[in-house]
């Protein structure tokens, strides 16, 4: 019975309100504000309205607007029932409230379908407060097919955030917004009276002072969730939804969050080594409306006024391109040739409008030329390339600002840098780096505020001041980024408000301590139009103020001391290092250049510097200087430079640009080296132990060139010359060098002729050109064995000479003693015949000879191995000597029987020709 009278009591009141409600129809109403009293305000009630609810109306106001009144709470009515003894208990009373609020929520909480209208939020309050009214200006677009009339919108709020953890929660999660409990009421307003299909987006203004709700004294962020609802085929229901964030500020805060911005001005290398542009997309984007234009003209300064407290990390390379630009005329590579351009005026206008950022106190920090990986070239050990490439962004810029850039500070690709390469950067000057705060977390994990974003790493240097540039805070302040399709995304309202409540939350969550905080844009940012305008000049808020990039962590800490403009108080000193070691995650190292890509850049680099020792040497003075320029070696460098630009890295802008800029250059210092050459005869011949070699060093190129012409032999011993010839030959002519050689002995020795720097070292990686001498001279040690040997062969035949002049000395004595001695007794003859029996006789040794043996003649007799007749000396009428036993002294001795035999078989020849 007693449900009965609940129910009853809630759909009289339901009944009463809808009837009031199509009385008036026309009425506009005004905000609903639930303030969570128990007492109503004194004053009419106004039940009309098309939106069915009850309204309280206050008094007229200034504007003639009657001024808002708190809703009645569920509590109120029961209440009132109880009074009129409607209602009997409290737990009755529970059930109705209950019911109530269900009814309520049927207009304001989000079931999760599709909603046929979007609700858009195009101005939001930066801060709300007491004297601070909120008031939001939207649109309504229709994205279902059927009329709706009656709209109405509706704001409401939840309880305060806690935590950056459960803000970033609310904004990424689309639960967890919808989740949430709106008991607060702030405003209640309808907004068109009808939306069609295929009409036009409705637009709205609603706004309210938000006094009487008993909110804190204290900054606070608040979920706060628009509501729009309409009439659909006769019934009300909720017909779209969104959330944002209402940033409560009632009094002047303490202390408010120090934020300094970096925007980088880089683009993605387009300048080839011949001097033209891959494309010509960069007019484009200097153009009014274009990326870089949108950039540099939010930061622009206006009537005079000082530049604002922004810092500009300027891409050399895209300056420098546009000088060429602004200049002309240009060429294009396209597939067909090269096209040429005229002079782009857009590209004269942003260098100017960059001058004077600069000239009204703006401050710019050069990039490396070509925005090189300092990282992964650290990571090679290329140590001097990088040096290089500070030192020449740094000329590049002033040479287009009209003043030297700031020296001191480094933003590496994307914030990410390892100790390695921060010991580096500080050995070379850089005193300030920019770091995605990701590598530097909080010292103690356990505490519930975000420190400041200055530490201090020692080095091998000094001490490196490294900002860590929060993440959070970049990726808000980037812009809208969601689901592809451009209904989803929000708003840049809704998006900055996302900005805006992440620094006040900062700010709340440790009051009175500023802790000064930096936000690095991407690289290649390219936000909607008037984006970054809002970006750079919204952070001036309660909570936050801009400020310039701290130069030392001393002048930081005291221009966080300073509070907000008026506000007369002093903030607590900025807490020192409180973040944590340097880290370098896998993640980030997996998005460097690849170490093979940055070797073989290297390697080639090496090749340029050696044609440019040729072309240049370090004495050729100005001279030198124009025959480089006029053989492009610094466009080879600088291009092959920007061929190891982040730009290249993994995820960005691929490595098929990469890979033309560095073919390019290889292209060039290929046609360049080879325009050098010798050339030589195959073979030379040397007659003499002095001699030349021709060879002719020709220069193919338009550069005078300076080289070495280094001539080495694998027998140094035997082949002497000069190691080194130096040449200096001019454009487009050849030079013959006869070079001196000196052979110390007969052969064929492999000369090697190699084209050297002035500094010694080869030209290229080629083979050298191999000569090959002959030499037909005897060497010394030849000729010493050559007359050894003939000496012997004299001095044997001398001796022999001398051996056979005793032999006749003796001869000839002997012979004259026989004559002049007595006759023997008897008569007997001095020379005494062997008797006929006896037979013939043999020489000992003589036989088998050469096959001779006794045996008997064609008469019979025994032929004797030594035929009968006169010896030598009786044939030339000198008596042959005997010895005193008989024998024959001119016989000869055994040993020279071989001799005696050969003359006694000439002597018997000739006998025998004699009969």
């Not at 079931?111 to 101005?123: E, F, M, Q």
């Not at 970096?262 to 080594?273: D, G, Q, T, Y």
């Not at 800490?557 to 907000?564: I, N």
């Not at 013959?736 to 050297?756: C, H, M, N, R």
Request: hydrophobic share 40%.
């Amino acid at each position: 019975m007693v449900a009965v009278i609940m129910l009853s009591v809630t759909f009289l009141l339901l009944s009463t309100t809808m009837a009031r409600a199509r009385a008036d129809p026309s009425s506009t109403g005004s905000t609903y504000v639930s303030t969570g009293s128990s007492t109503d305000p004194a004053g009419p009630v106004d039940l009309a309205g098309p939106t069915g609810s009850a309204r309280r109306v206050g008094p007229a106001t200034a504007t003639g607007r009657a001024a808002p009144q708190p809703w009645p709470r569920p509590t109120e009515v029961v209440r009132s029932a109880q009074s009129a003894g409607t209602v009997q208990s409290t737990d009755q009373s529970i059930t109705a409230v209950r019911s109530i609020t269900a009814v309520r929520s049927a207009t304001a909480v989000a079931t999760g379908a599709a909603r046929p209208v979007r609700v858009a939020l195009d101005r939001l309050p930066t801060v709300a407060g007491p004297q601070l009214p909120l008031t939001v200006t939207g649109h309504l677009e229709l994205t279902g097919a059927e009329q709706i009339s009656g709209v109405e919108i509706r704001a409401e709020l939840a309880r305060p955030v806690s935590s950056r953890k459960e803000l970033a929660d609310l904004r990424e999660n689309p639960a967890a917004p919808a989740g949430l409990n709106y008991p607060t009421t702030v405003l209640s307003e309808p907004v068109a009276s009808r939306l069609v299909p295929g009409g036009l987006p409705a637009t709205f203004t609603v706004g309210a002072r938000l006094t009487g709700l008993g909110l804190p004294t204290a900054l606070r962020i608040y979920p706060l969730r628009f509501t729009a609802s309409g009439v659909v085929n006769g019934q009300r229901q909720v017909v779209g939804t969104t959330y944002s964030f209402l940033i409560w500020a009632p009094a002047t805060v303490t202390a408010p969050t120090p934020v300094s911005v970096v925007l980088p001005l880089a683009e993605v290398p387009r300048l080839r080594a011949d001097g033209r542009l891959t494309d010509d997309d960069l007019t484009e984007l200097v153009a009014p409306g274009g990326r870089l234009n949108r950039l540099l003209s939010a930061v622009a300064p206006v009537n005079g006024r000082p530049a604002p407290p922004v810092a500009l990390a300027v891409d050399p390379l895209l300056v420098q391109t546009l000088q060429i630009i602004s200049s002309g005329p240009y060429e294009v590579a396209t597939p067909s040739g090269p096209s040429p351009r005229r002079a782009d005026r857009d590209a004269e206008a942003f260098l100017a409008k960059l001058k004077a950022f600069a000239d009204a106190g703006g401050t710019i920090f050069a990039l490396p030329y070509g925005d090189v990986d300092v990282v992964a070239l650290t990571r090679a050990q290329e140590f001097h390339s990088i040096l290089v490439a500070l030192l020449t962004g740094r000329t590049v810029v002033a040479n287009v600002i009209g003043r030297g850039p700031d020296a001191t500070i480094a933003y590496p690709g994307d914030g990410l840098i390892d100790a390695p390469t921060l010991d580096l950067l500080r050995r070379m000057g850089i005193t300030t780096v920019i770091a995605d705060s990701r590598l530097l977390p909080p010292k103690d994990p356990e505490k519930t505020y975000t420190p400041a974003s200055a530490t201090g790493i020692p080095t091998s240097g000094g001490v490196a001041r490294v900002l860590a540039a929060d993440q959070q805070l970049g990726e808000l302040a980037a812009g809208p980024a969601g689901p592809v399709s451009e209904t989803d995304l929000p708003t840049q309202a809704e998006s900055f408000q996302n900005l805006l409540a992440e620094t006040a939350m900062i700010t709340a969550e440790r009051p009175g301590l500023a802790r000064p905080q930096t936000i690095a844009l991407p690289r290649y940012w390219d936000p909607p139009a008037g984006w970054a305008q809002t970006v750079v000049g919204g952070l001036s808020t309660p909570f936050s103020r801009p400020v310039a990039l701290p130069s030392t962590p001393a002048a930081q800490a005291a221009s966080a001391e300073t509070g907000s403009a008026g506000s007369g108080s002093v903030a607590q000193a900025v807490p020192a290092d409180e973040r944590g070691r340097l880290t370098y995650p896998d993640w980030a190292r997996a998005a460097e250049l690849p170490i093979s890509r940055v070797i073989a850049a290297e390697d080639l680099r090496s090749q340029i510097h050696a044609l440019r020792s040729v072309l240049c040497p370090p004495d050729s003075g100005a001279a030198g200087v124009r025959n480089c320029a006029a053989a492009g070696i610094d466009a080879m460098e600088n291009t092959l430079t920007s061929s190891e630009s982040v730009a290249w890295r993994t995820g960005a802008a691929g490595t098929d640009g990469a890979d033309e800029l560095g073919t390019g250059v290889a292209g060039a210092v290929r046609a360049l080296r080879d325009g050098i050459r010798v050339v030589a005869s195959r073979s030379v011949s040397l007659t003499g132990k002095h001699g030349t070699v021709p060879v002719t060093l020709e220069n193919n190129t338009e550069a005078v060139i300076n080289v070495v012409l280094s001539l080495s032999s694998s027998d140094r011993a035997r082949l002497r010359s000069a190691t080194q010839v130096k040449l200096t030959v001019p454009p487009l002519q050849k030079v013959q060098v006869e070079i001196e050689v000196d052979a110390e002995g007969a052969g064929t020795f492999p000369v090697d002729v190699t084209i050297l720097t002035p500094a010694g070292k080869p030209l290229s990686a080629a083979p050298p050109v191999r000569i090959l001498v002959k030499s037909t001279v005897f060497g010394v040690i030849a000729v010493a064995i050559t007359g050894g040997a003939l000496a012997v062969l004299v001095f044997a035949v001398l001796v022999r000479l001398v051996r056979r002049l005793r032999t006749l000395r003796g001869r000839t004595s002997t012979g004259a003693s026989a004559r002049t001695e007595p006759a023997p007794q008897g008569g007997g003859s001095t020379l005494a015949e062997p008797p006929e029996a006896a037979g013939p006789q043999r020489l000992p040794g003589a036989a088998g000879v050469f096959g001779l043996s006794g045996g008997p003649g064609p008469s019979g007799t025994p032929v004797s191995a030594v035929p009968d007749g006169p010896g030598p000396h009786e044939r030339e009428g000198v008596p042959d000597a005997a010895s005193a036993d008989g024998r024959r002294t001119d016989v000869p001795s055994e040993d020279d029987g071989l001799a005696w035999l050969l003359r006694a078989g000439h002597a018997s020849g000739g006998r025998g020709r004699q009969r």
